[in-house]
């Protein structure tokens, strides 16, 4: 065992994890994870899903990984993502990457789009195509997608479909 300072707070290593030594309380070593709240939600204890772990490990080795004793190495996270049935990513992250959050979105405007543009052509006396449909649905997210570059929060709406649809027509 040795003893380090750090930020005037003396903490001791034991095993390779860190107890400060003023409070008492455990630090972790590791970053955070989502194990527990995972194992939890599905209702499992750490044995049951230490035994949905291949090769079988001991709940203990799971408690330790889940408190950031143990480092959540990739293969661990495979593993316990299997047993969890869930994305390795899962166990990691509370939140979405951002760019699954900017996917969603852009699949929301483009969902949108496509409504206003059925709803146009609904109410056009022209008949089109599904290929002019399709390019008036892409033409009227990318119109959107500009004003919202801009700082103008525009939506897709049958009003601009219809303008678009007259344009392009």
Known sequence: M????QEKKIHSVRGGFYTNRLNGFPMRKYP???IRKMRSDAGLTLGQLA???HPET???MIRKIETGERELTLGWMNKISTALRCKPFDLVNKE???EEKIFKADDDLMERA???ITKAIASSKKKYTL???MVATVKLYNHVLEY???GEVIEPSESIAALLLQHNG
Do not use: F, V
């Open 114 to 116: 496509a409504q206003a």
């Open 148 to 150: 919202r570059q801009k």
């Open 51 to 53: 035994e949905r772990i």
């Open 32 to 34: 955070e994870n989502n």
């Open 58 to 60: 001991s709940g203990d």
């Open 131 to 133: 290929a002019e449909a």
């Open 96 to 98: 979405e990457p951002e």
């Open 2 to 5: 040795y003893c380090q300072l």
